[in-house]
């Protein structure tokens, strides 16, 4: 892909994972969960999150999404996306578990439509006051066109 932004999906063994690169590190790898959503619901979800970058000041990479109503551990895993000034994107990731994925569900169901309804606010830190972690990089329309292409295929 290009300089900022790359999404990679391997099959290794048994497994599919996902790769997140910012320009050219490695943010976050995470093996696929298909009990809920299969590689075509996360592929769509990640088109239209990147498209959403259009329009949108925020949006969301669902990279992990195990239904409580499945056997297993729930669970929630996103990449939020914020766009600054359209110039620049910041990336955080999140993780939610068993009681917050508990707690963060009770009003509304979470679907591919919904996931944006649950971005949290961009941090810098947390509630204990440990600092959180973030990416950044330029925003090119091109290269995020470029890369939608890429997932379509």
């Known amino acids: 892909m290009g300089k900022c932004l790359n999404i990679i999906v391997q099959k290794i063994a048994r497994e599919t994972v996902f790769k997140l690169f910012v320009k050219g590190e490695l943010i976050e790898q995470a093996t696929l969960i298909f009990k809920t959503w299969n590689l075509c619901d996360y592929k769509k979800q990640w088109i239209e999150a990147l498209e959403r970058l259009r329009t949108y000041k925020t ?60 971005i949290m606010p961009f941090e810098t830190h947390n509630d204990h006051g440990w600092e959180l972690q973030y990416w950044s990089c330029d925003y090119d329309p091109q290269e995020i066109d470029q890369l939608i292409e890429e997932l379509k295929k």
């Open 59 to 118: 949006t969301c990479l669902v990279i992990c999404y195990n239904d409580k109503t499945n056997r297993g551990f729930p669970a929630i895993s996103t990449v939020d996306i914020f766009k600054v000034l359209n110039s620049k994107v910041l990336f955080q990731s999140r993780v939610f578990y068993a009681d917050e994925y508990i707690k963060m569900l009770k009003e509304k169901e979470y679907t591919m439509q919904s996931c944006y309804d649950f």
